[in-house]
């Protein structure tokens, strides 16, 4: 069975990636000239969720100053609604940039999650977004979040979870199908970091088994063993980094050692379905040019290297063919294939590539 999945959304989501870390440095250079709470929002806050692509100065999309009375007490608004079908699904609470969340902060925003029907809540400070659902109790939302991003320390995991958070990627369920794991990960993480820094009577107690010390395991004796059991914590975790350093350097030098041995030799698979495309394309051996590389083999005009049609990455899982179209998007799309004969299936867009050049 062929499988298409065209490239484009993963080049915009890669884009979206490049924007985000030119947001972050943005944010390192000005962060010390925003002294307030409007001078956050409209200098972070308004671009960030441009960013996740929400049209901020529309006020049937993105409210400020939403209403969200609690009980008796009325005039009560949460910074900023996200609204879908004129109902919100997320709230966003905005602090000076700098401030500490806290409890307090957090209380604010469950009691503007009660009385709404979002189901998401963002509390931030312009570079910090703590992201809350209701995951323990419908309606209620949970004190601890599910996920944390730091704007100016990004890392891959939490750009991955913020890229469904996006406004052409957004789906309740598939946020709340990961949300409940994330939320416990993070939180076994941080007591795992916890005992590494500063392991508790629990935690020593379980490791000293009769094979490790057999006497009595008193406060003396887990004072003792508590700065043994850090520095043993220390080792594992350098020899464990140092095994993998090690196993990296030698995969590279074995990697280099077959490109050496065996240099631009194609595999049969992948001259088999060059061969394919040229007769979809009814096109002779002297109008292009196949090309060899580690990782794939490609076909291009010939004469003009960087002008490559498409690309064969044979796996052991399964074959992949990557078309580069020459049209004013100037795209990628990879179609995935067990057989040859598959290719017939997409012969007409194979062929528009191809014409795609010459226009």
């Given at each position: 069975?062929?499988?298409?999945?065209?490239?484009?959304?993963?080049?915009?989501?890669?884009?979206?990636?490049?924007?985000?870390?030119?947001?972050?440095?943005?944010?390192?250079?000005?962060?010390?000239?925003?002294?307030?709470?409007?001078?956050?929002?409209?200098?972070?806050?308004?671009?960030?969720?441009?960013?996740?692509?929400?049209?901020?100065?529309?006020?049937?999309?993105?409210?400020?100053?939403y209403t969200a009375d609690a009980g008796t007490k009325k005039g009560e608004?949460?910074?900023?609604?996200?609204?879908?079908?004129?109902?919100?699904?997320?709230?966003?609470?905005?602090?000076?940039?700098?401030?500490?969340?806290?409890?307090?902060?957090?209380?604010?925003?469950?009691?503007?999650?009660?009385?709404?029907?979002?189901?998401?809540?963002?509390?931030?400070?312009?570079?910090?977004?703590?992201?809350?659902?209701?995951?323990?109790?419908?309606?209620?939302?949970?004190?601890?979040?599910?996920?944390?991003?730091?704007?100016?320390?990004?890392?891959?995991?939490?750009?991955?979870?913020?890229?469904?958070?996006?406004?052409?990627?957004?789906?309740?369920?598939?946020?709340?199908?990961?949300?409940?794991?994330?939320?416990?990960?993070?939180?076994?993480?941080?007591?795992?970091?916890?005992?590494?820094?500063?392991?508790?009577?629990?935690?020593?107690?379980?490791?000293?088994?009769?094979?490790?010390?057999?006497?009595?395991?008193?406060?003396?004796?887990?004072?003792?063993?508590?700065?043994?059991?850090?520095?043993?914590?220390?080792?594992?975790?350098?020899?464990?980094?140092?095994?993998?350093?090690?196993?990296?350097?030698?995969?590279?030098?074995?990697?280099?050692?077959t490109l050496e041995n065996s240099p631009d030799e194609f595999l049969p698979?992948?001259?088999?379905?060059?061969?394919?495309?040229?007769?979809?394309?009814?096109?002779?051996?002297?109008?292009?040019?196949?090309?060899?590389?580690?990782?794939?083999?490609?076909?291009?005009?010939?004469?003009?290297?960087?002008?490559?049609?498409?690309?064969?990455?044979?796996?052991?899982?399964?074959?992949?063919?990557?078309?580069?179209?020459?049209?004013?998007?100037?795209?990628?799309?990879?179609?995935?294939?067990?057989?040859?004969?598959?290719?017939?299936?997409?012969?007409?867009?194979?062929?528009?590539?191809?014409?795609?050049?010459?226009?």
């Amino acid at each position: 069975m062929l499988i298409g999945s065209i490239k484009l959304r993963r080049n915009i989501n890669m884009n979206f990636i490049t924007e985000l870390e030119d947001f972050s440095l943005r944010i390192s250079r000005m962060q010390e000239n925003i002294k307030t709470e409007e001078a956050t929002k409209t200098s972070i806050v308004l671009p960030f969720f441009q960013l996740l692509g929400y049209d901020v100065f529309n006020p049937l999309e993105f409210v400020p100053e939403y209403t969200a009375d609690a009980g008796t007490k009325k005039g009560e608004k949460v910074d900023y609604a996200i609204l879908k079908n004129n109902e919100p699904i997320i709230i966003i609470e905005v602090k000076t940039i700098n401030t500490e969340l806290n409890n307090k902060h957090i209380n604010q925003l469950f009691r503007y999650f009660s009385v709404t029907k979002a189901r998401f809540g963002i509390l931030t400070n312009g570079t910090t977004y703590k992201f809350y659902s209701d995951l323990e109790e419908p309606n209620k939302m949970d004190m601890v979040p599910f996920l944390e991003i730091d704007l100016t320390n990004l890392n891959k995991d939490t750009v991955n979870e913020l890229l469904k958070f996006k406004k052409e990627e957004f789906n309740v369920k598939d946020i709340l199908s990961s949300a409940s794991e994330l939320k416990y990960e993070s939180l076994i993480k941080n007591a795992i970091a916890e005992q590494f820094k500063n392991p508790s009577d629990q935690f020593i107690k379980a490791l000293l088994t009769k094979d490790i010390y057999s006497g009595v395991k008193t406060q003396t004796v887990l004072d003792k063993f508590r700065n043994i059991v850090k520095l043993s914590i220390g080792d594992y975790i350098n020899d464990l980094l140092n095994e993998k350093f090690q196993n990296v350097i030698s995969s590279s030098n074995e990697q280099a050692s077959t490109l050496e041995n065996s240099p631009d030799e194609f595999l049969p698979e992948e001259l088999e379905a060059l061969d394919h495309i040229s007769e979809v394309l009814n096109i002779a051996n002297s109008d292009v040019s196949y090309k060899k590389t580690s990782r794939y083999a490609y076909m291009h005009i010939k004469g003009f290297p960087s002008k490559w049609i498409c690309r064969v990455t044979i796996k052991s899982t399964n074959n992949l063919l990557t078309l580069r179209h020459f049209d004013s998007h100037n795209f990628e799309s990879e179609y995935i294939f067990d057989d040859v004969s598959q290719l017939d299936q997409i012969s007409t867009l194979i062929q528009k590539v191809y014409d795609e050049y010459f226009l």
